[in-house]
């Protein structure tokens, strides 16, 4: 008999911790997620050219090109990189997304001046939320720069091979 509660008290716990382990690894994941794009264009200065692709299957590429001075390229960290995200990477871009309330944000149609054009494409649930401006409100500050900071030292292998990611 004690062996029987012995093993039911077990069989209690490693059930709960299996549920506790299930339930903290979704809760930051966005419902139907499918495709994440973003992109940062370069100014008239040193701003880098910075543009992320995310899939479901945690694939990703990345282009990106930083400058000394305008129009002098620096070669380290630029270029085109392609991998696989591991979980941890993937985690927290999406916990960042879904904090951003991304869909509920309203990017303002403005591109006149010496700033960088920022687009944040969400494919999720069948939808596509598109926003795209060189002046985002206030609300997307914080989503933005982590994307820039992300997307500046996100480590994944060199390619050659030539891609384009959705403007």
């Known amino acids: 008999m004690k062996l029987q509660q012995s093993l039911f008290k ?10 506790t382990v299930s339930c903290a690894s979704t809760k930051n994941q966005i419902t139907g997620f499918e495709k994440f794009v973003y992109h940062s264009t370069r100014c008239f200065g040193t701003c880098p050219s910075l543009s992320l692709e995310v899939n479901a299957d945690k694939t990703a590429r990345v282009q990106r090109q930083f400058f000394e ?4 390229e620096q070669a380290e960290n630029s270029g085109s990189f392609q991998g696989t995200l591991t979980n941890k990477q993937f985690n927290i871009l999406m916990k960042a997304i879904k904090a951003s309330n991304y869909e509920s944000l309203k990017f303002p149609d403005i591109d006149c001046c010496d700033a960088p054009i920022v687009t944040i494409i969400v494919y999720a ?7 795209k401006s060189m002046m985002p409100p206030q609300e997307a500050s914080e989503l933005i720069l982590f994307l820039q900071d992300y997307t500046s030292k ?5 390619t050659t091979e030539k891609f384009e990611i959705e403007q």
Not at 10 to 19: A, K, R
Not at 125 to 130: E, I, L, V
Not at 154 to 158: D, H, K, S
């Open 154 to 158: 996100i480590q994944l292998p060199t």
């Open 69 to 72: 001075s305008r129009g002098k």
């Open 10 to 19: 077990n069989i209690i716990i490693i059930s709960l911790m299996f549920f």
């Open 125 to 131: 649930n069948g939808k596509k939320t598109y926003l």
